[in-house]
């Protein structure tokens, strides 16, 4: 079914005409409707959770097809993952998996809270449906890796991978092998991040890479939130590329977790002014979405998309 029908049909909304427009297909996008996304439950892991505070339903339908309307009138193409009830965090597609550069298949998460890892099944088939089977790969119990929230590649044969909070080494370490069986030249670098154990009691917890770092890929630079790594991870950042480092207040209103679309576009959640003019000096054009209501939940705009 067209992507844009199925959501048409889902929340009973007419999507205006000019979001059809389907330009050169760049780049593949995976997406998955919020129909059961809510706050059903806390995570140690994750202190914006709260079950206090809801999201408004409405309100998640336009955040999250403003995003998708957005994707598919700069021509990318999305492909949906059907969602599923008790699933409320199968919005976050991101942490689905990690695409093999090439296109030639992807890992699958392995979840560390228990609440997540019945999403694998159908996260499994969605893939399956797009890969052959042998490229569509699981890994061992234990072995904890949560695919883009934690992983951003650099470029085909650099990847950074974030552990400390959920990924452990044991998850990277079987990544790194799968990888290296499609590119030997592959190179995975690790950035330790902050520990649950190692906040403030009243810090939030960077869980996810993606919400305390940005690659902009045309500059080589890092849109980084410092305080959620440890100064290893910093320093090996800053033999990257260099670094514009953002404030606690910033990090917390998800300015990091934003979508290079193309080599002049950003989607992002937020913006604070100094940021957006260092980016606007830098020829990029930001696109703002707000996503209060899936910040209830710790997630925004990186969250939402997988890419492929």
Same mark, same amino acid.
């Given at each position: ?37 809510? $706050? ?11 079950? !206090? ?12 097809? !403003? ?87 650099? !470029?085909?044969?650099?990847? $950074? ?34 520990? $649950? ?87 990029? !054009? ?23």
């Amino acid at each position: 079914m067209n992507s844009l029908r199925f959501y048409e049909r889902t929340f009973k909304i007419k999507l205006l005409k000019p979001i059809l427009k389907e330009a050169n297909m760049a780049k593949t996008l995976v997406m998955c409707p919020p129909n059961y996304f809510d $706050v059903q439950y806390e995570l140690s892991t994750n202190r914006w959770m709260n079950m !206090d505070s809801q999201p408004d339903k409405n309100l998640v339908a336009r955040q999250w097809l !403003d995003l998708f309307g957005a994707c598919l009138e700069l021509g990318l193409k999305v492909l949906l993952i059907k969602p599923r009830p008790g699933l409320p965090d199968m919005v976050f597609a991101a942490n689905a998996g990690l695409q093999i550069p090439g296109g030639k298949g992807v890992i699958i998460s392995n979840y560390f809270h228990k609440e997540r890892r019945p999403e694998n099944v159908f996260i499994y088939d969605f893939f399956r449906n797009l890969f052959s089977a042998e490229n569509v790969w699981q890994l061992p119990a234990r072995t904890y890796f949560e695919g883009q929230g934690d992983a951003i590649w650099l !470029d085909e044969r650099r990847v $950074v991978i974030g552990y400390g909070v959920r990924t452990n080494l044991a998850g990277i370490a079987e990544v790194q092998k799968i990888l290296k069986r499609y590119d030997p030249k592959i190179k995975v670098i690790l950035l330790r991040m902050k520990s $649950v154990a190692e906040a403030r009691a009243d810090e939030k917890i960077f869980y996810h890479l993606d919400t305390c770092l940005l690659h902009l890929p045309r500059i080589q630079t890092f849109i980084v939130y410092e305080g959620a790594f440890a100064a290893s991870a910093i320093k090996i950042l800053k033999k990257l590329g260099g670094l514009m480092s953002v404030s606690e207040a910033e990090a917390n209103n998800f300015v990091c977790n934003g979508l290079v679309v193309n080599e002049r576009t950003i989607f992002s959640p937020w913006v604070s002014g100094m940021i957006y003019l260092s980016l606007r000096d830098l020829n990029y !054009d930001v696109k703002v979405f707000p996503m209060s209501e899936f910040i209830k939940s710790g997630g925004a705009v990186k969250c939402l998309i997988m890419e492929l």
